[in-house]
């Protein structure tokens, strides 16, 4: 450590003259010196020790009587100056001028600071050397140097600026970054109005405010304005941490904190912006988007996962754990696959169809991609889901599948119709024949001819093979049409009005819901009634003549269509045949029993309607005949 300054040195030199004025009038020096706090040794031109007073004895420690008369580079072990010649003390002696020098104490440590001066006599010429010990006083005056050297590299260091303002807002002291921040030379700075810098009223009135202690500064108090001109510098928002103090002599000082938060106020937004974007990002994603902790505590649950499963964000992330969400032991295995190599790499799944539990237990098939999320030292943090609803999908990919069979189906049933026609045409006409010439043979035969009998059943075979072709006929449609405006009701109505009291309608029970606001079509009412009719018996059929047979009409105004439907609770249509039960001569009926051209004359005679027909059934839960017929616009 360098020696350090000793102040006052001037004064010192009065104490020359002092001393000496002393030693040549009594009472002696060592009087006087006795009673200073500071350690004094005098020592001989001879380099004895001469003299040393109480406040020395105390503070080296190792001066006795004895001491007295020693030589003093013996006593104060000068490693420097191990012998006179090197001694300090010669060096006063030498060249009759008081000096500083470091000595070392009796412990041998070269850290006494001390300041020895010539004590001359009368007639000017060296008695003594006199040496007085300010290592006390130094060390006081280092550590007091010291605190206000931190403190000054602190408060320069700093990054903000700092300022004390004194009497009528009188800046005192600015720190380096105040100067930079207000952009002027510190000697501008220093002495002006703390108020010339803010070019802002209402910061003036608040520096005002605190200076006359209406503030309530007393402790630290802060304050902050938004676009403040600051110097030359514009801020977009300053923060203020002020102090006011009243110093003993009843000067008031403020102590104040200037800080530009303009950068950090930017930063701070543009992240809250960001996590907004991001938070918004993941709400308004249409696709349902979870994320849990490893606790598996779910920590994202975004609008549409809430859509998707029906828990509320907030009951999802307080009382739902992410198992829950998918079936029994199925989120196990998710994980295990995410943590494999196999389904896009570990961490990682694209997208696996997997089926997710709703609050309602109910199954909602999902696509699902998932992905682990590590944090920077590859430890697992957290997983989160990408889950976007497949029933939507699926439900247009059965209607899709349902359109292409039912196109397939009018395929199939046009090039069947174009056959049934031909045959038709081509069977009618040698019928014709077999019918006008049986029915002249019968004519001709006598009576008691045995072999009328044998005519009567071909003619009767040969009407039924008319009825066959005329059904025929009816699902190519080729049959002539006698259209007239009807109302579909009535038509249902007559033709059930035959067959209620007809022996096969007598245990079954039968319910009509008619429409009355039903619109009018135009429609063959013949041919109407016999698809009907079709539909009907076949009901009968499937329910054994014993069941519950609902008819119902609606109009669906939407689709411009009267709208027939016929219910039993019978037997059902398999799934498998129920593309086949309009093809002419399906049947399952026994042979004899059914000829399987009921429906397909029906789908026949509703195609040549302009309407259709559909079935809806289950083996065993009965079936629903749908028909549909276009109503009359106005
Ligand atoms: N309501 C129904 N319930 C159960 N199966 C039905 C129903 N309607 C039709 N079917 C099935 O469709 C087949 C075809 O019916 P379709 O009316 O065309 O012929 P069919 O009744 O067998 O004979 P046909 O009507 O010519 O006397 C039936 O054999 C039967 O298997
Ligand atoms: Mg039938």
């Known amino acids: 450590m360098a020696a350090p ?25 060592s009087q006087f010196y006795e009673h200073v706090s500071t350690p004094i040794v005098v020592i001989s031109t001879e380099y004895d020790i001469e003299y040393f007073n109480e406040a020395a004895a105390r503070f080296y420690g190792h001066l006795t009587k004895k001491s007295i008369g020693e030589k003093c580079y013996s006593k104060f072990k000068c490693t420097l100056h191990k012998t006179k010649e090197t001694c300090p003390v010669t060096d006063v002696l030498n060249k009759a001028q008081s000096r500083d020098m470091r000595i070392a104490n009796h ?36 550590q007091a140097e010291d605190l206000e050297s931190r403190f000054s590299k602190t408060v320069e260091l700093a990054v903000d600026a700092i300022f004390i303002v004194g009497e009528n807002l009188i800046i005192e002291f600015a720190n380096t970054y105040a100067v930079f921040m207000i952009g002027e030379p510190l000697e501008d700075i220093v002495g002006a109005d703390f108020r010339n810098f803010f070019h802002d009223k209402k910061v003036n009135e608040f520096l005002e405010k605190t200076y006359r202690g209406e503030e309530n500064c007393e402790s630290i108090c802060y304050y902050s304005e938004k676009s403040v001109i600051f110097g030359k510098k514009k801020l977009t928002t300053v923060e203020m941490f002020i102090t006011r103090s009243e110093e003993m002599d009843r000067q008031v000082k403020i102590y104040t904190y200037l800080r530009d938060v303009t950068e950090e106020k930017k930063l701070q937004n543009n992240l ?53 969400i998918y079936p029994p032991g199925h989120a196990k295995e998710l994980m295990s696959k995410l943590r494999s190599e196999d389904y896009g790499g570990i961490g990682k799944m694209s997208s696996v169809e ?34 976007s609803d497949l029933r939507e999908r699926k439900r247009m990919q059965k209607e899709l599948e349902e359109t292409h069979m039912k196109l397939l189906q009018s395929e199939k049933m046009s090039s069947l119709g174009k056959l049934a026609a031909g045959i038709a045409h081509e069977i009618n006409n040698p019928l014709g024949g077999i019918v006008i010439f049986t029915n002249m043979m019968l004519e001709e035969m006598d009576e008691s001819d045995p072999r009328r009998e044998d005519i009567k059943r071909i003619i009767s075979e040969a009407a039924r093979c008319k009825n066959i072709v005329k059904g025929l006929l009816d699902f190519s449609r080729q049959t002539d049409s006698k259209m007239s405006v009807n109302d579909l009701n009535k038509i249902i109505a007559q033709t059930m009005v035959i067959l209620e009291n007809q022996a096969i309608f007598h245990n079954i029970k039968v319910i009509k819901n008619y429409d009355s606001a039903l619109p009018l079509v135009k429609c063959d009412r013949i041919r109407i009634s016999q698809a009907f009719l079709n ?100």
């Open 5 to 29: 300054k000793i102040k006052n040195r001037k004064s010192r030199q009065k104490n020359i003259l002092k001393f000496d004025y002393i030693h040549d009038h009594p009472p002696p020096y």
């Open 107 to 142: 412990l041998g440590m070269e850290n006494c600071y001390v300041h020895a001066f010539p004590l001359l006599n009368s007639k000017g010429n060296i008695r003594s050397v006199v040496i007085e010990d300010f290592t006390k006083l130094s060390s006081a005056t280092t």
């Open 272 to 324: 809250k912006q960001s996590n907004e974007f991001l938070s918004n990002l993941i709400n308004q994603s249409a696709d349902g988007i979870i994320a849990a902790d490893t606790e598996g505590n779910i920590i994202i649950f975004n609008e549409s996962a809430e859509k998707l499963l029906g828990y509320t964000a907030r009951e999802a992330m307080k009382n739902v754990h992410v198992t829950k």
């Open 354 to 387: 997997i089926v997710a539990a709703s609050k309602s237990g109910e199954e909602i098939p999902c696509n699902i991609s998932a992905a682990i999320v590590y944090d920077k030292d590859g430890k697992e943090v957290a997983s989160v889901g990408i889950f």
């Open 535 to 634: 539909m009907i018996l076949n009901a009968v059929d499937a329910m054994g003549k014993k069941g519950e047979f609902t008819i119902r009409t609606s109009y669906n105004k939407k689709r411009e269509m009267a709208v027939i439907e016929f219910t039993d609770t019978g037997c059902g249509i398999p799934e498998e045949i129920q593309n086949k039960i309009f093809d002419p001569f399906f049947s399952t009926k026994e042979v004899g029993k059914g000829t399987g051209l009921g429906l397909s004359m029906s789908y026949g005679i509703i195609k040549d309607h302009n309407g259709t027909i559909n079935v809806k059934s289950r083996t065993g839960e009965g079936a629903t005949f749908i028909i549909e017929l276009p109503i009359i616009k106005e």
